[in-house]
């Protein structure tokens, strides 16, 4: 949940919800864009900081390997869309397979993270790991349940079989 409450919100999340409030999309794409930019050289202070757990890293690693997979990709394709027209159009033209594979590569970057992590000597067994998921499971729902009953009692005329206009 720490780790959670450190991450920025997703693009996706960020345009549903505002889409449903009635609110500016393209600002609200905008924020979390800048949000997830900002993120990845926060979250992990921010963990690390919540968590208290102090690490033995070399920052100047960690930056360098940020930039080179997240900025520098990002600034490429910026600079790629200006000068050179062609790209958009092309985008636009395969914008189905485009999607597709940015779909397969994440699929790909989340599974060779998972299997790096168990290919580790893990200091936590598989029985562990699933009674950490039933419990936040099982904790989800009651959070969810007496959230749910809180809003009844509190907003009991409120929305009793009239929708709100």
């Known amino acids: 949940m720490v780790i959670a409450s450190c991450l920025p919100m997703s693009i996706n999340m960020a ?51 940020l930039t080179l997979k997240v900025i ?22 395969y914008k189905e397979y485009v999607k597709k594979a940015q779909e397969y590569a994440l699929v790909f970057i989340v599974y060779t993270v998972f299997c790096k992590t168990f290919s580790k000597d893990a200091v936590s067994s598989f029985g562990e790991i699933f009674l950490m998921i039933a419990f936040v499971f099982l904790f989800l729902i009651f959070v969810m349940t007496v959230a749910w009953f809180t809003m009844r009692l509190l907003f009991r005329d409120c929305c009793l079989g009239n929708p709100v206009n």
């Open 72 to 93: 520098l990709p990002v600034v490429v394709g910026q600079i790629v869309q200006k000068p050179m027209p062609q790209a958009i159009a092309l985008f636009n033209k």
């Open 15 to 65: 345009h549903v919800l505002t889409d449903a409030a009635g609110g500016d999309d393209p600002l609200a794409v905008i924020n979390a864009a800048a949000g997830n930019m900002i993120g990845v050289f926060l979250s992990p202070v921010l963990i690390l900081g919540y968590v208290g757990v102090t690490g033995d890293t070399q920052v100047t690693d960690v930056f360098y390997e």
